[in-house]
């Protein structure tokens, strides 16, 4: 299995070397948090949603015998399924997918202001869940094996969940960093008198 360990090996120099470039855009602890906080997020969001790939042939012939994940381009199939399923497992796939992506909705417009609009964010936040869904499907294409879900129904709720991240992020986190300013202000330093 090609487990992701071996990517973080070249995640973890990327995140010093993105933090360098950006070290002058943001000044502000706040803001380095900010783009940390996301660096961390985005390779959880790697981990859960692309590996374990497997790779040994004979776990592969084998896996291939007990069949794969289907491909869904059906829209709200696997979710009616995931409900005639339990309630475990509709809370799972539902829960988890709008979950995964709230992030994704409060960290792009608090990262770049010309993707602060509501419409822009969530086209992105779309494009980020295609490219998820079409790097699985390409992956299962590659070892001959439908190792995770390509699934529509997870665009969607993704969607749902950024939606909910921007929602949130006007609703409760813009609000508290225009109360406390000091948060985000440049020229100020950190003193304490």
Known sequence: MLNFAAIAIILVPLYFVLLFINYKKRKTFIEHMIFTTFYIYICLVIKVTLFQIPIDSLLLNSLRLNGGYPFNLIPLK????SYSDGPSQFLMQVGGNILMFVPT?????????KMSSFTK????AILISIMIELTQGVISLIIGFGYRSVDVDDIIL???????????????ILPFLLKNPWLMNKEQTTSVN
Do not use: E, Q, R
Request: aromatic fraction near 10%; glycine fraction near 10%; proline fraction near 3%.
């Open 121 to 124: 964010s969530i086209i992105l």
């Open 105 to 113: 909705g409060t960290y792009i417009p608090l990262l770049s202001k």
């Open 158 to 172: 993704n969607t749902i969940g950024a939606t909910n991240g921007y929602i949130f992020l006007k609703i409760m």
């Open 78 to 81: 696997s979710i009616i399924s």
